[in-house]
């Protein structure tokens, strides 16, 4: 079905079919984060429940209240807290590269993928997902830092003009740039990850190369997908936060715990879009093409037919004697 649909429809056909995988990656989110955050929960909870500080935050969250509390000698340091978060972070980082392959094998099965058939793909690609995670955040780290030190000396530049415009024309459109490099990164490396994972590939360089060469071949369609998927993003966050300020009343913890866990589901569904595209493309163009030999029935032997000898007659004797 891939193969006759677009970029988009066929991500999303392959999202819709599987799922199951967000629904498992909110969790494994979700869990993380409530053990990341059970230490400074703790640290809070002696704190707010013996301060009157807690009385303001009854009815509703007050951001004043929080930077106060933190300035109180008696909260004390929060860098055992920042540790305990920064540790469920890369476990998350390692979660991620643990089951994604899973998830790119199971988008580009035409069945459901096996559970034995999942977590084999997992285990078969996890150092090569860590080396292609670490590649990527050293190259992207420094092309986009590259970037915004240029997009600094242009805005001083442009601030030092006697054109009132061009400061926020020149920002703007530094972002703007900034933005489109950083998603043609991404494709480049989503479309690597595919590749070590559809075609088993153990050279990690090689799917680097092979990403990025049908990433400029196909700059257009893959960034123009990546782009819609980036502003179904933003319009369901903003969309998300829209709600959030509009029904659900301030002194509502429970409203707000539902309304923002409902945003971070639903901003999961274009991130897996995203890797749904890349299987997609794949497929399409990336995938060793499969040759079909012609059937061709095998010749059946011919038999070679032996004739009888033939039978002479018996002569009479007389004749026999002449």
Known sequence: MGERQGLLSGGWHRVARNKRYIIWFYVLNVVLACLGAASFSNQAHDYLDHSLLSERLVHGFDVGVLIEMFAQPEFGPTHASRVAGLHFALLFFIATALFLPGVLQGYASTYRLPREDFFRACGRNLWRFIRLM?????????????????????????????????LPEVRFAGLAVILLVMTALRIGFDLAETDIVLSDQPAVRKSIATGFRHMWGNLGRLLGSYVVTTIVAAAVLLLGLWAWMKFVPPASVGGAMVVSQLILLLLLIPRFWQRGIAVNYYLQSMAAPVTVEPFRPAPVPTLAVVEPAPVLPNLPPDSQGS
């Open 134 to 166: 670490i590649v990527a955040g050293i190259g992207i780290g420094a092309v986009v830092g590259t970037l915004f030190g240029l997009h600094g000396v242009l805005e001083r530049q442009a601030a030092e003009s006697t054109n009132e415009l061009l």
